[in-house]
């Protein structure tokens, strides 16, 4: 079992129409949004791990904030730290729910530098996925890892789809320093974690 909070990252692919993103960008005012799966529940993936539905439905309830307060960022490629960093930020995830065992959502992307990087590949025909990055430990289980109750999301990155699966992910011996926390999380999204826990013990 592994104590230590690490970065974790999953990647899923994002089906893109080409013909489809062109009559979205005329019909949402310019705007490119994105729709498909942002993460599964309770399915091994790519790097044998395993999020809990219980774990990955707290988290998708406390990413609500960043939603409804316009901060659910997300980079154009994974960087190696827990930190959403402004300068990076490709697009933001407008919706975010889950269906079942599979968190669905919606993004858009931003008229960023990285943003607009995104939406020339999109438009060329260039396969991306979407990642998860979140913190937390995992518990080794059988030939699976299991993601703990300590897992916390951060956000929701755009990457390439890799040639051999997981071949993109991070080296996961990196710890997570507790500053790099404090960056991703202030004190009000953890009192929103507080409460979210307190109303889901009744």
Known sequence: MSTDQVLLTEW????????????QSGRDGGKIMLRGVLQRADTINQNG??????ILSREIINYQKFIRENRALGECDHPD????????????????????GVCVGTVELL????????QSLIE???????????VGSTRKQGD???????????????VSEPSTPGAFMMNESRQVRPS???????????????????????
């Not at 730290?81 to 079942?100: C, F, P, Q, W, Y």
């Open 81 to 100: 730290t827990a930190v959403v960093e402004l300068k990076n930020v490709s697009h933001i995830v407008r919706d975010a729910r889950m269906e079942g």
């Open 49 to 54: 791990r395993i999020y809990p539905m219980p």
């Open 12 to 23: 899923f692919p994002l089906s893109i129409n080409p013909t489809v993103i062109k009559e």
């Open 124 to 134: 060329s025909g260039v396969t991306l996925g979407i990642s998860s990055r979140g």
């Open 111 to 118: 008229n960023t530098p990285s943003g607009k990087i995104l």
């Open 180 to 202: 790099d926390l404090n960056k991703a999380f202030d004190s009000s999204d953890r009192i929103n974690r507080l409460f979210n826990d307190i109303i889901s013990w009744r």
């Open 144 to 158: 699976a890892l299991i993601v703990q109750e300590d897992f916390q999301l951060i956000c929701f990155d755009i």
